[in-house]
C-alpha cells in the first residue's frame, strides 16, 4: 500500500516465506469481522481451504491421460476446454476459460503471468512459489531457452518455442506431447508420467525409465 | 513510468525452483479473497485485488510475501467498499493482541 | 477473412498502443510499440481498466489473441527465429500497423 503503517517494522518474513506477526494478526483481525458483519461464515472459509486440496494437478493429469488416450476427448479438448473438462467432472462455475495448447514436434508452448500470477487452478490448483516468483515472470518472456534450461528442459533450435502471457480472461493449460515407448498403456498408467510442470510447459513429461528410476529412488 | 508488477524483460537472477506448501496463513489469506470476489458477495472485483497490488511502493512489493501482499491489498479494498473501516480493524487487532497477551 | 465485431482481423498485422500508465491496465509495458498478428479474436469481455475501480466494466471490450515475433521484442533474442510470444490484448490497446515498416 502506498500509505504506511506504523507497526511496519515486523513486516519482514522469514526465510521460508512465513508471514510476519503483524500480517498474521491482521489476517485474524480482518477475517474475524467479514464474519462478524456476515460476509462469509468460518465454515465457509474451512469449506473453501478443503476445496484447494481437490484442485491440484493430479486433476491436469488426469485431462492430459485422458486426451492421449481418446482421439475424441482431446479434439474436445482443444476446441472447447471449458466445456471438456467440465464434462470429466472439473467445476468451471465462476472460472475463467480455459484453453488448451498442444505442444507438438515443431511448437512448444510455456506459459506465464508477467504481470501478476494468473493460473489454471480449475486444473492444477494453486501456482507453485516460482511461477509467481520476479525470475520466471521477468525473464521467461525474453529468455525462454535459457529458463527452460534451468528446469532441465532442453529443446532442439528446430522447435519453435511460443511464451504465452496470461493478460486478460483466458488461462492455458498444455496438453504436452505423450512420451514414446508408451504403447498400449492405459491413462491410469500415463498420469503418473505427467508432471506439473509438463502441464506449464517448462518440462516434458517424464519417459517410462524416468519414471521406473523415480520409482526406484522413492522405494 | 511501469508499475512494480510490470516486469516481463527485466533482469533477474536464478529461479529458485523448491517447492513449498501453503502454510496456514496462506491458505486463509487465498481463502478469504476467493470468498470475497465471489459473485454471490461481490465485494470486489479480482481486477481491484490486481489494481490494489500494483499500488505498493517497490520496497513493499519486493519484501512482503505473496499472501502478505495479498492480504494488505484486502484490507485496502474492504475499506474502499465500505465493509470495513480502518478503525474496526485497528480496534480488532488491538483486541487480538490483548487476548494472545492474557492467554 | 474472419472477423468479429472489432476493428481487427485474424492474420491482420496491428501494433501495441505505446503510453505510460498509472491506472490498472493488463497490458505489458514489454508489448507497447511492438508489431504482431491476430491469430484469434476472443471475444468481448468487461473493461479490466474499469472493473480495478468498482466500474462494472462496460462497454466491454473486443480481445485479440496476438502472436509477436520474439526477435520484435528483443533485438538480442537467443533462439529461433520462429521464437514467438503470444498475449490477449484489449481491442482500445491495439492499432493498425503501418503496412510500410513490418517484414515478414
Given at each position: 500500500m502506498t500509505e504506511s503503517h506504523d507497526?511496519?517494522?515486523?513486516h519482514h518474513q522469514d526465510e521460508l516465506g512465513h508471514a510476519s506477526s503483524y500480517y498474521v494478526i491482521l489476517e485474524e483481525a480482518i477475517r474475524v469481522l467479514l464474519i462478524e458483519k456476515g460476509v462469509f461464515t468460518a465454515q465457509e472459509v474451512e469449506t473453501q481451504i478443503d476445496g484447494m486440496d481437490s484442485r491440484s494437478p493430479a486433476v491436469g493429469s488426469m485431462i492430459v491421460a485422458k486426451a492421449w488416450t481418446n482421439p475424441d476427448f482431446k479434439a474436445w479438448l482443444l476446441r472447447d476446454a471449458v466445456e471438456a473438462v467440465s464434462s470429466v467432472g472439473?467445476?468451471?462455475?465462476?472460472?475463467p476459460d480455459l484453453v488448451v495448447l498442444e505442444n507438438t514436434a515443431e511448437i512448444h508452448h510455456v506459459v506465464v503471468c508477467t504481470l501478476c500470477s494468473c493460473y489454471p487452478r480449475a486444473v492444477l490448483g494453486v501456482p507453485p512459489a516460482w511461477y509467481k516468483g520476479r525470475e520466471y515472470r521477468s525473464r521467461v518472456v525474453v529468455d525462454p531457452r535459457g529458463v527452460l534450461e534451468e528446469f532441465g528442459t532442453y529443446l532442439s533450435d528446430a522447435i519453435n518455442v511460443r511464451v504465452i502471457d496470461?493478460?486478460?480472461?483466458r488461462r492455458f493449460l498444455v496438453l504436452p506431447s505423450r512420451p514414446e515407448f508408451?504403447?498400449?498403456?492405459s491413462a491410469d498408467q500415463l498420469e503418473?508420467?505427467?508432471?506439473r510442470n509438463s502441464m506449464i510447459g517448462t518440462a516434458i513429461p517424464l519417459t517410462p525409465a524416468q519414471l521406473k528410476a523415480e520409482t526406484a529412488t522413492q522405494s | 513510468m511501469t508499475g512494480v508488477h510490470d516486469i516481463g524483460g527485466q533482469d533477474a537472477g536464478p529461479i529458485d525452483l523448491s517447492d513449498h506448501a501453503l502454510s496456514s496463513f496462506d491458505q486463509r489469506v487465498d481463502a478469504m479473497l476467493m470468498l470475497l470476489v465471489h459473485p454471490n458477495r461481490g465485494a470486489f472485483r479480482v481486477d481491484a485485488l490486481r489494481r490494489a497490488i500494483e499500488s505498493y511502493r517497490q520496497q513493499d512489493y519486493d519484501s512482503l510475501s505473496y499472501y502478505e501482499r495479498w492480504l494488505g491489498a484486502v484490507r485496502k479494498l474492504v475499506v474502499e467498499q465500505d465493509i470495513l473501516s480502518e478503525e474496526e480493524i485497528a480496534a480488532k487487532i488491538a483486541e487480538l493482541k490483548a487476548q494472545k497477551v492474557g492467554g | 477473412m474472419i472477423t468479429g465485431s472489432g476493428k481487427f482481423t485474424i492474420g491482420g498485422l496491428v501494433r501495441v498502443r505505446t503510453g505510460a500508465t498509472d491506472y490498472h491496465c493488463r497490458t505489458p509495458d514489454f508489448l507497447k510499440g511492438k508489431d504482431g498478428v491476430v491469430?484469434?479474436?476472443v471475444g468481448k469481455y468487461p473493461n479490466p481498466e474499469q472493473l480495478a475501480y468498482?466500474?462494472?466494466?462496460?462497454?466491454k471490450r473486443e480481445l485479440y489473441q496476438v502472436r509477436f515475433k520474439q526477435g520484435d521484442i528483443w533485438?538480442?533474442?537467443?533462439?529461433?527465429?520462429?521464437d514467438a510470444i503470444i498475449a490477449d490484448i484489449y481491442e482500445d490497446w491495439l492499432e493498425q500497423t503501418p503496412q510500410e515498416t513490418y517484414h515478414d
Open positions: 507497526d511496519k517494522d515486523d472439473v467445476d468451471m462455475n465462476n472460472q496470461q493478460t486478460a480472461d508408451t504403447d498400449g498403456w503418473a508420467l505427467i508432471t | - | 491469430e484469434f479474436i468498482h466500474k462494472p466494466g462496460l462497454p533485438p538480442c533474442y537467443k533462439g529461433s527465429g520462429d
